[in-house]
């Protein structure tokens, strides 16, 4: 009986000895020693994805902005009006005329290399003269010549950049032309023509505003007979359209566009 009462004794003083407490303190700093955990490191697909993040909102900012209206200011080189009503003196008459007026143009980026565009441009320029039957110096007339042309198009974006874009267009369209005689026995001569063109165009583009430039080459071919004669100066005369039939003017144009 006095056996199981000492095993119980010291399996008691075991417990409670210093070295058991030792052995349970030094566990707790080994425990707490133990390496941490290191995370594995992160992939350069979230770097990817961050730096294609801007580009895809500017991608995106461009792709919405497809349309732009805009204002241009226009140069025309014509050749001279051929008036049978006036008589114009050659020394001051060249082989060309240039015209200055105001256009309108509306431009849609159907892709990204591709646009198509409608337009209106005008032209104006005057003239001094004499009556044909008139030949004394110092009794000049005016004759006053203004055009109106529209047109569609197609453009090709051959060249895009960051901010500058290079296209060449080809369209066609129509034009409309009023000449009037500012005569003793005045009168207006006023005929259509038709068009075809091919050019250039630049666009500087700066988030919501666009800077357009073009040059075009227009063939111009107009019936003669087609003419609406009226006024004093055309009566008992049935005089043809006073330009070549077929003619070729060059066309600068440079302006400012809001994109929407």
């Known amino acids: 009986m006095l056996a199981p009462l000492s095993a119980r004794l010291a399996a008691a ?20 020693e133990a390496p941490p955990a290191t995370a594995e490191p992160a992939s350069d697909e979230s770097d990817d994805v961050e730096s294609e993040a801007p580009r895809s909102a500017s991608r995106t900012e461009i792709k919405d902005r497809r349309f732009m209206v805009g204002l241009e200011g226009v140069v025309l080189q014509a050749p001279p009006l051929r008036p049978d009503a006036v008589r114009f003196d050659s020394r001051f008459i060249g082989r060309s005329v240039s015209m200055g007026g105001l256009g309108l143009l ?3 980026r159907v892709h990204p290399r591709i646009a198509l565009e409608t337009s209106v441009r005008s032209g104006s320029a005057r003239y001094d003269g004499r009556d044909e039957g008139d030949e004394e110096a110092g009794s000049s007339n005016v004759v006053s010549h203004d055009q109106v042309m529209a047109d569609v198009g197609v453009l090709l974006f051959v060249a895009r950049g960051e901010t500058a874009h290079l296209a060449f267009d080809a369209g066609l369209g129509g034009m409309g032309s009023s000449v009037d005689y500012e005569l003793d026995r005045g009168g207006t001569q006023t005929f259509g023509s038709g068009l075809v063109r091919i050019g250039a165009d630049l666009e500087f583009l700066v988030k919501r505003i666009a800077f357009v430039v073009s040059i075009r080459a227009v063939g111009v071919f107009t019936d003669l007979d087609r003419v609406r004669n009226e006024g004093p100066a055309f009566e008992g005369r049935d005089l043809p359209a006073p330009v070549p039939a077929l003619q070729t003017m060059l066309v600068g144009a440079a302006g400012v566009a809001y994109r929407f």
């Open 106 to 108: 509306a431009r849609y």
């Open 13 to 32: 003083l075991l417990v409670t000895s210093p070295a058991a407490a030792a052995t349970a303190t030094e566990a707790e700093p080994a425990a707490s």
